[in-house]
């Protein structure tokens, strides 16, 4: 599957690989999820501008600034994602600046820190319910 951002389609820049689903039956239903299916989803919401957030509410007055602070983060790259046998690897890297919010409902730029994570999500089936763990690579 492949999932087309909205409006202007450009295409994603991915090719389609091909991957194999172990022949198995013993259930009545399964479900395989291709990596290009992911990165497809990750490049859409990169696009649509969904890993972009503000906090603007008043987060905290520090000692050293004495004005509400607010913290806007924004995706660098598109997200990419990797499949493995048991689990998924995903890697982003977004930007984080701090703003004080003077009393004139203007702001100005405190600090800007880049940061890339690599998360690592392995998920189980326990107890008939889905469980999954979350390890920081990096």
Known sequence: GIVYPAGNYTGPPYVA??????????????LAFS????????????????FNITIAKEIAKYPIIPYPVMMKLMATEIPLVSLQQDSFTLEIQESMEVFALLPD??????????????????????????????????
């Open 17 to 30: 690989t091909p991957f194999a689903i172990p022949d198995q039956n013993d259930s009545m239903l399964y």
């Open 35 to 50: 990596e290009y299916f992911f990165q497809t989803s990750l490049f859409s919401y990169y696009t649509a501008g969904a």
């Open 105 to 138: 409902s203007t702001t100005q730029s405190l600090f800007t820190v880049n940061v890339a994570a690599n998360t690592s999500i392995a998920l189980n089936v326990f107890d008939q319910k889905l469980t999954g763990s979350l390890c920081l690579n990096r």
